[in-house]
C-alpha cells in the first residue's frame, strides 16, 4: 500500500488546515490509519488514529478539541482536520496503516510521505 500525505502548508497561529491521507489504487476503507508528526530535533509523536470498523478514535492530549479525524468512506480517504493551531503544531505530517488502541497507535506498517505544517505565530 503506498500512502500519501496531503494538505499542508503555511498558517497563522489560531487558523485551520485539513490533512488528507489517501492511498495509489487503493481504498483506506479497510485499515486502521494514523498520522504522526515529527519537528525538527524531536522525536515522532502520534497524533491521532481512526479504526478500521468501529471508526472509534485516538487523540494526544496535545491535539484533544482541536483535531478531528474522520474517514471519507467514499473517496477511501482519511483526514485530520486540524483547527486552532498553534506554533507548536510546526511539523512534518505523516499517515501511516497500523493498529488504532485506546490508548495510541501501534503496529504501524505502511508509512506515506509526509507533508510540511508550518503555524506562524
Known amino acids: 500500500v503506498q500512502l500519501q500525505a496531503s494538505g499542508g502548508g503555511l498558517v497563522q497561529a489560531g487558523g485551520s488546515l485539513r490533512l488528507s491521507c489517501a492511498a495509489s489504487?487503493?481504498?483506506?476503507?479497510?485499515?486502521?490509519i494514523g498520522w504522526f508528526r515529527q519537528a525538527p530535533g524531536k522525536e515522532r509523536e502520534g497524533v491521532s488514529c481512526?479504526?478500521?470498523?468501529?471508526?472509534?478514535?485516538y487523540y494526544a492530549d496535545s491535539v484533544k478539541g482541536r483535531f478531528t479525524i474522520s474517514r471519507d468512506s467514499a473517496k477511501g480517504t482519511v483526514d485530520l482536520q486540524m483547527n486552532s493551531l498553534k506554533p507548536e503544531d510546526t511539523a512534518v505530517y505523516y499517515c501511516?496503516?497500523?493498529?488504532?488502541?485506546?490508548?495510541?497507535?501501534?503496529?504501524?506498517?505502511?508509512w506515506g510521505g509526509g507533508t510540511q505544517v508550518t503555524v506562524s505565530s
Open positions: 501511516a496503516t497500523l493498529v488504532c488502541s485506546d490508548y495510541g497507535p501501534y503496529g504501524m506498517e505502511y
Open positions: 489504487g487503493a481504498t483506506l476503507n479497510d485499515y486502521g
Open positions: 481512526i479504526r478500521t470498523n468501529s471508526g472509534r478514535t
